[in-house]
């Protein structure tokens, strides 16, 4: 599923963060975890990753202010908030800021397998869509080189018959 998907993983809480990095150890080879936001915005900066996971209430920076962030960076940012609180005020950040998925603790496995599934099927058909959009503008600038060749040429044989 995510052999090729980078995964940038906030959380404070040491227990959960060791159990999540086993969990999704298994199923991306590119994982960075950071206990904090400020680490996690840094370790962005050095790197983007595909998806971010963050914890919303970690010290430092909190998960909201440091997604703010990356969104300044990365507009199409996919990202993920866990939180075992549902107070509405961060829910309506969350949905301003367009994160993909609100999970709330403890962390379903079944549910954060569903959401990041979803999310790494639209990072890889992104991909897709890019590397045909890059196809066709190849096969654009091909062809009208192609016509300007054509073109040149024709208006040599139009020289040589007027002569």
């Known amino acids: 599923m995510g052999a ?3 995964i940038l993983y906030v959380e404070d809480e040491a227990v959960l963060r060791e159990e999540m990095a086993l969990y999704l150890g298994k199923i991306f080879k ?8 400020e680490q996690g915005l840094q370790g962005y900066n050095e790197r983007p990753a ?10 430092k ?6 997604l703010q962030a990356i969104k300044e960076i990365s507009p199409f940012q996919e990202m993920i908030i866990t939180s075992a609180y549902t107070e509405s005020t961060y829910f309506i950040d969350a949905i301003k800021l367009g994160i993909d998925a609100y999970i709330i603790k403890p962390i379903d496995h079944a549910q954060i397998i569903e959401v990041l599934y979803k999310t790494v099927l639209k990072i890889h058909q992104a991909r897709e869509n890019e590397e045909y959009r890059r196809h066709l503008e190849t096969l654009v600038a091909t062809k ?9 040429e024709k208006i040599l044989n139009y020289e040589k018959t007027l002569l």
Not at 50 to 59: A, V
Not at 61 to 66: C, Q, R, T, V
Not at 144 to 152: A, D, G, I, R, T
């Open 4 to 6: 090729e998907v980078s």
């Open 144 to 152: 009208v080189e192609e016509f300007k060749e054509l073109e040149e």
């Open 30 to 37: 590119d994982i960075r975890i950071y206990p904090d936001g």
């Open 61 to 66: 920076l909190n998960g909201i202010e440091m």
């Open 50 to 59: 595909d998806i971010i996971i963050t914890d919303i209430l970690t010290p």
